[in-house]
């Protein structure tokens, strides 16, 4: 996708080099190789698509075949420095579930999602249909998303959740978005670690 | 590229006459072990792959033996010419485990010390005995590191057990429908199968040859015990049901559902080549293996000497050596900082899947081992 580019540099410039990553709906892998190119990252990819699984395999990154509804049991407390759920969160059933497993395997979590609230998306509501963007390149029949939120929804449960929102960046066509984010920005992406 | 057979293959014997001290305390002053190999090592010797067998397997990995149909290696579809391993990339080594029954040192064969067969006498071996027996065959060979170790079940935790014993002589393991250790349940089937051995009338303590018999009543019931195992509830119900072979019940104990047919035959056919005491041994060394036993149960500690990438593989039916088993390695890896794949393929044929070349499965095999660079 074509915002891959700047997404995989925000996320690249919120880790360290040598750090252990863990990649969560990690796809064929091209984020944690980018990762283990530019951050030299212990990475590791959790995917439970066979298809996306076999191309993580021939991509010669570290992929972990599990189902992540079903949480993280089975990861340490504390093991990795960043948890990364690329634009995925969306797309998982148990959204506050995986945002505390993220948080209790990792000491920074990195999640990027589609803004619901983009004005795009609102103008195609206000004409009666469900947004079709690059973001949310789906139908209303066939999209893999189950969750439907906003930049705004999501500041609010991360503080209902005692989450702590260390940074965020929002975008659109590839350039940073700093006034009305909630309603100019497609994509977001946020630095997110345990309150306290 | 159209995978092909790696053709009519001949066994090899290697003697060796340093004695090898075993984990129980016990020594094989000498031992022969036979093995099979296939493809060419490269001169930089970095190419040779070993696959360990488990349970019945042996060294006739892949190829045929000339003039007998039928007689395809026991993983004959993993290993050759434009197959996930291939033999014009690779050099694969298959060995029949000291304490087998297919021309190896074991049981069956002749005690040097006494002229006759070792019976009941021969050594208990252990997962780490069979891979230290393998590592002098590698120095013989002239391998110093293999590209990778590949096993399935108990072939599985021989390739772990390489990179736990051996960390710089391993670039990669394949540990497929394994597990770190056997469960309390899968040690008690392995102990009826046992039993129906041991109490055989015909097992004579184990010196059965020097009375012209074989306990083949106990070795086909544990085998049946054991297929059953290898199979899972899905597929059985699939391939056999509740099938009566003469339609309707006859209140008999003979054969009657196609099930008991099916497991009398497989019992009967296995206790006609196997050898009792060689079951005996290697369900021993199944149950005994257990890496972080001196790790005080800690796999991660165990695992802290390893040096090797990893691939894990399980199948979603396999209840003997279940999915969750095979997990446990990889978390215990990834915590150990190693390189670590895993795949849990969707199969319906339990245990048994990981000899079958379901697609999915092999396109992981291959993707994986397509990437090891020699």
Known sequence: MSFQRYDYDVIANWIEPGERVLDLGCGDGSLLRYLSDVRQVRGYGVENDPERLLACAKNGINVIQIDMEQGLAGFDDGFFDHVIMSLSLQAMRNTQGILAEMLRVGREAVVSFPNFAYWRHRQAILNGHMPVSKNLPYQWYNTPNVRFFTIADFDELCATEGILIRERLAFDEGKVIVEEPNFLASVALYRLARQG | ?374
């Open chain 2, 1 to 374: 590229m159209q995978a092909q057979s790696v053709g009519n293959v001949v066994p090899q014997r290697a003697h060796f006459s340093t004695a090898l001290p075993l984990k129980s305390g016990g020594v094989l002053p000498e031992y022969d072990l036979v093995y099979e190999t296939y493809g060419t090592l490269n001169a930089a010797r970095s190419n040779a792959v070993l696959v360990c067998h488990a349970l019945s397997g042996s060294h006739h990995v892949a190829g045929t033996y000339a003039g007998k149909p039928g007689s395809e290696g026991w993983w004959d579809n993993l290993v050759g010419p434009g197959k996930p391993l291939d033999t014009g990339k690779f050099f694969v080594i298959g060995v029949n485990n000291l304490g087998g029954c297919y021309g190896s040192s074991g049981p069956n064969a002749i005690n040097p010390a006494t002229g006759k067969p070792w019976g009941a006498d021969f050594p208990f071996v252990t997962v780490e005995d069979w891979v230290d027996a393998q590592a002098r065959l590698a120095d013989r060979l002239g391998i110093e590191r293999f590209a990778a170790v590949v096993g399935g079940s108990l072939g599985g935790m021989q390739a772990l057990s390489w990179t736990l014993q051996y960390p710089d002589r391993v670039a990669h393991a394949l540990v497929i429908a394994s597990a770190p250790k056997l469960t309390a349940q899968n040690i008690a089937f392995n102990e009826v199968a046992r039993q129906a051995i041991l109490k055989d009338p015909d097992f004579h303590g184990g010196h059965y040859y020097e009375h012209g018999v074989v306990p083949t009543r106990g070795l086909a019931l544990a085998r049946m015990i054991g297929h059953i195992t290898y199979l899972s509830d899905d597929a059985m119900g699939q391939k056999f049901g509740r099938n009566l072979r003469h339609d309707k019940p006859v209140f008999s104990y003979d054969v009657e559902f196609e099930i008991e047919s099916y497991l009398r035959y497989q019992g009967d056919k296995f206790a006609g080549f196997f050898d009792a005491n060689t079951y005996l041994l290697t369900t021993k060394a199944l149950d005994y293996y257990d890496p972080a036993f001196d790790y005080a149960g800690d796999l991660v500690a165990a695992l802290g000497r390893a040096k090797a990438d990893y691939l894990v593989v399980s199948f979603s039916t396999d209840w003997r050596f279940a999915p969750s088993r095979s997990r446990e390695i990889v978390y215990a890896l990834m915590h150990s900082d190693r390189r670590v794949s895993y795949a849990e393929i969707d199969c319906a044929a339990g245990h048994d899947s990981f000899l079958l070349d379901e697609p999915q499965y092999h396109a992981v095999l291959q993707a994986y081992i397509d990437n090891i660079r020699v």
